[in-house]
């Protein structure tokens, strides 16, 4: 199965850099999905949930406020205001991003609509990952 490079970057550093075999993102005109071999477009992401499918199938999720994707055929870059990973390896680490999860939403709580979605993929993810 083909495969792409995605970065996620924000202005404290990078917080994903790796391969995926998928990526879904929260468009400004909705979710879209982005695989191997995607024509290039650039535009803006609004709050929401990145989903990362990876090579063995899981799925790692990615928490943003906004940004910017820039797509082309072998590579994905992000570029986000904020972001924080949806993922550890212990359930203090889980509890841990998910308390950032939770800041990084009331930091953009204006946006309403966005702050249902991501609330709820959030909670969803929290009951996933323990």
């Known amino acids: 199965m ?3 490079k995605l970065e996620i970057l924000t202005p404290n550093g990078v917080i994903y850099n790796g391969e995926a075999i998928s990526v879904t993102l929260p468009g400004e005109e909705g979710e879209f999905g ?3 071999e995607h024509s290039s ?14 090579e063995d199938k899981s799925v ?9 994707v820039q797509v082309d055929e072998k590579k994905v870059i992000v570029l986000v205001e904020g972001a924080v990973a949806i993922r550890g390896d212990s359930e203090s680490a889980v509890a841990k ?10 930091s ?3 946006n309403n609509p ?3 979605t991501v609330s709820a993929r959030l909670e969803s993810a929290a009951q996933n990952l323990l």
């Open 114 to 116: 966005a702050i249902a």
């Open 34 to 36: 982005v695989l191997a």
């Open 60 to 68: 790692e999720s990615v928490l943003i406020n906004w940004g910017v």
């Open 108 to 110: 953009i709580k204006d």
């Open 97 to 106: 991003a998910l308390s950032d999860a939770k800041e990084l939403i009331e």
């Open 2 to 4: 083909d495969k792409l």
């Open 41 to 54: 477009l650039t535009t803006l992401l609004e709050a929401g949930v990145i989903d990362i499918e990876k």
